[in-house]
């Protein structure tokens, strides 16, 4: 009879201390607003514990003996979830970097169990700046057409119905470099790229050329060496607009520019002509291209800028037939909606690859 009591007793204790050392994971739960994401482990006891965090991964270090009651359900964020019982640490491994996580324990309540809830970022969501320069402007009508419509104009134009359709995107912010008939210095637009921490910049122009049969879009990005004599005579006519403010950008001696080029130079060079290939897809599909369509050349307005930055001729107002385009609304909008498509797939782009 002694025994038997010793006996029931001892097996108490092990159940009491079994309850005490041991804790079991009966659920795991996942929920999400529009920002933030959560998992949520639900616990059948009080439980004490350390985390670390890491970039793609959470631990969790029990001060008990953990279990896990069913297999454990996973969303897509997560790429595996492990209980190792002997260094009782539950690893959450995730696809991706995951940002500002915080860790918090609920405890348990009435019809409730015990939690340790896990809130996260899945991305630091930043509005994307979008700069738009209307080309000319002010004193500097830039190229007259044959229907004596003025580059200026047109510049801006389509520079406010692109910011209009952009901003109805949603995900992205646009600064005009300017929103009247002003003159600014070349300089004073890159200013404002700066100042407003632009992701691209897109200067907008129409060209024009002896040859009246010439025409088409073209996009040109900056080089030191431009790829051809137009291109260098293109490039002379527009950074002129910076005589007419008496700065001259044209002593900068080719060995200061080459030392300027350095590497971030090159990556944001490699960047503009990713966006221009873009670019280059969508007017594919409904507009006529210049042969040759992504052109280089020396442009101040394009220069001095670590910001993706592309410069694009609408059309030639010099050719009949371009020229009454350009002052089109159906063309306008054409050309807006693929630049904006372009937009959308660089940036779409860029995320794939930066990870
Ligand atoms: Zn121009």
Redesign the pocket.
Known sequence: MKVSIKFVLYIIFLLCSNELISAEIVDFRFGSNAEIKRIVLDLNEDVTFSNKKFKKKIEIKFDKNISIKNPLKKNNHLASIKLDENLKILTLNFKKVIHNPNIYFLKKKKNKHSRIVIDYLNKIEKKKVIVIDP??GGKDS??VGVRKQL?KNI?LAVGRLLKKKIIANGKFDVVLTRNKDIYLKLRQRTRIAKKSNADIFISL???YNKNKRTRGISLYTLSENASDKEAAALAR??NKSDFLGNVDLSDESSEVTNILIDLTKRETLNQSSHLVNFLIKEFKNDMNLLQRTHRFAGFAVLKSLDIPSVLIEMGYLSNKNDSKLLTDKNYHNKICDDILNAIVKYFNWKEKNSI
Request: charged content about 35%.
């Open positions: 080309g000319h830039g190229a580059e510049t122009h129409a060209d006519r527009e």
